[in-house]
């Protein structure tokens, strides 16, 4: 079980990615999108789940019992080529529901001290 | 630019899911789960068969909000919830019909109601968007 102490903390992320065209037309064109200029809304999942995963990982839970529940993306500057970002993972909720255990992480993509996308994935841990 | 009213029905697109696609999904996206791609794999953890992952769909359902607003670049908010597995047999075009009722229009945006169906059951709930207009 994650340690309660864990939830409202941010785990900032160590290293920097940076987006490129390859990348997003590869997520793009995965998706049928033709218009490649810009990463598809859902892109963020990319980096976002990563830096998630290490968090959650590291603080106990079994990755091989995880299923999506939940999932949302704000965007505030579309992510384009080039954008070197960095990914703060806050766990923002913990709560066991008939044994499983529902993990909600907000994701913060983050380029030149803005936030471009947070991405919020719900994720269950299954009993 | 296309005018958006509370309440219109926008039309209805459709998207067809295989085993190829979702192998290059995994690629693209980093998410390698077998249960995604090995069908004896997603057998023996107790799933019916191969299932789609669930951002491949909403991915798809994405692309459908980027074509409607016009472009990727005026989608502002964007969430599902994964309530049905899409199961992806072999040899198998699953169709995924997407379509969106506006929802609140300001001077700047709009909200999106997304509807996500396969073999008449929805596999995404509580789906919406926010697009800039």
């Known amino acids: 079980m994650l340690n309660p102490d864990l939830v409202g903390r941010t785990f900032p992320g160590t290293k920097s990615t940076t987006i490129t065209q390859e990348s997003i037309e590869a997520f793009a064109l995965a998706l049928g999108e033709s218009n490649l200029q810009v990463a598809p809304p859902t892109y963020a999942i990319t980096i ?20 999506h529940g939940d ?13 070197q970002i960095t990914c703060n993972s806050t766990i923002e909720s913990a709560r066991v529901v008939a044994g499983n255990e529902i993990v909600t992480v907000r994701s913060d993509l983050i380029e030149s001290d803005e936030v471009a996308v947070s991405s919020w994935s719900t994720l269950v841990f299954r009993a | 630019m296309s005018t958006f009213i509370t309440g219109q029905e926008l039309p209805a697109k459709s998207f067809f899911i295989n085993r190829a696609a979702l192998v290059t999904y995994a690629h693209a996206s980093g998410d ?21 992952h669930g951002m491949y769909t909403m991915g798809l359902v994405g692309q459908y909000i980027s ?53 008449d059951v929805k596999v995404l709930g509580m789906t919406k968007a926010v697009i800039s207009l």
């Open chain 1, 71 to 83: 999932q949302r993306f704000a965007i505030n500057k579309p992510l384009v080529a080039g954008m």
């Open chain 2, 32 to 52: 390698q789960n077998p249960i995604h791609q090995n069908e004896e794999f997603a057998r023996s953890v107790g799933l019916e068969n191969v299932i789609a």
């Open chain 1, 48 to 67: 976002s789940l990563e830096q998630s995963q290490s968090v959650l990982v590291d603080s106990g839970l079994d990755w091989s019992r995880v299923v």
């Open chain 2, 67 to 119: 074509e409607v607003a016009g472009g990727s670049v005026k989608v502002q908010e964007f969430s599902a919830r994964f309530t049905k597995p899409v199961v992806v047999p072999a040899d198998v075009d699953v169709e995924l019909i997407v379509s969106a009722v506006v929802g609140e229009v300001s001077e700047t945006s709009a909200k999106l109601e997304v509807t996500a169906i396969c073999n």
